[in-house]
């Protein structure tokens, strides 16, 4: 039976996810605590992983409940972890100062838009993949782990008991809907992929030819019931699909059952 296997959310943008149980839908459609948060340079420009692999440097935690940020940079003994209050003035100053550090970008300041959040594509939408889109893509290349690709990717949304490349099927012009616990979705846009996926997340090591053999299988892999037009290119994995209005305030949960809608 297809479910909803994992719902994960990145209160900072670029940084480490958090697993939730279960997350309230946004009014524009995106996640509640799903980039909240974003880094920003004195031009205004945001500090992201396609603009940096320094993010990948820091590793963090944090918790919905309170509000706090602990994060530390991967392999270094100094001072250890430190902790922000990311719900107070003073503490997203804390952190941001602690972030222009880390950068290279001169002063940073960490902004918070709880209503939007700063998701790309323009705020709006949630990223659905398949776990055995996550496994199979994880076959391709020697060494990498499931988990691996799950960090790589950064879906909202993971949904089993479904086949490989599942989401594929609700984009083009004729693509079915689906429901989540009730949560009605219907698919946007593929989503195109940037140099993130092709770097360790943990290291920001590239993997070299990442991006060429991914297009190959990709290509290779294609179901046959996915819409060809649809795609731009084939360098392209996970579903960026909208919630209809109606549903959106509503809640999704861990273990919510997963309907395809002809």
């Known amino acids: 039976m297809a ?14 996810g958090v697993d939730r149980e279960e997350v309230t839908i946004r009014e524009n459609g995106t996640l509640a605590g799903d980039r ?9 420009k945001l500090v992201e992983g396609p603009r940096t692999d320094r993010v990948h440097d820091i590793t963090n935690e944090y918790d919905p409940e309170t509000g706090t940020l602990t994060a530390d940079i991967s392999g270094s003994d100094e001072n ?8 107070t003035d003073r503490g997203r100053g804390r952190a941001a100062a602690w972030f222009s550090d880390v950068f290279e970008f001169g002063d940073l300041t960490l902004e918070r838009d709880e209503d939007r959040g700063y998701v790309a594509r323009n705020g709006m939408g949630t990223s659905v993949i398949s776990t055995a889109t996550l496994e199979t893509v994880a076959d391709w290349f020697e060494d990498l782990t499931v ?12 949904i089993s008991g479904v086949e490989p490349f599942w989401e594929d099927r609700f984009v083009g012009d004729d693509a079915p809907a689906f429901v989540v616990g009730g949560v009605r979705l219907e698919g946007a846009t593929p989503c195109a992929r940037c140099v993130v996926p092709g770097r360790d997340p943990d290291t920001g090591e590239p993997l070299p030819e ?53």
Not at 3 to 16: A, G, M, N, W
Not at 80 to 87: K, T, Y
Not at 147 to 158: I, P, Q
Not at 220 to 246: K, S
Request: aromatic share 10%; net charge negative.
């Open 80 to 87: 250890g972890p430190r902790q922000f209050d990311l719900g």
């Open 210 to 262: 990442f991006r060429e053999r991914f297009v190959e299988k990709r290509r290779e892999t294609l179901p046959d019931w996915a819409d060809e037009e649809a795609f731009d290119h084939y360098y392209t994995l996970m579903l960026i699909a909208d919630v209809v209005e109606a549903d959106r305030g509503t809640t999704l949960a861990v273990g919510d059952t997963v309907e395809t809608l002809d």
């Open 3 to 16: 479910r909803l296997e994992r719902i994960r959310t990145y209160p900072v943008k670029s940084l480490d």
């Open 36 to 44: 909240t948060f974003a880094l920003f340079d004195a031009d205004g």
């Open 147 to 158: 988990e691996s690709v799950r960090r790589r990717m950064r879906a909202n949304l993971e």
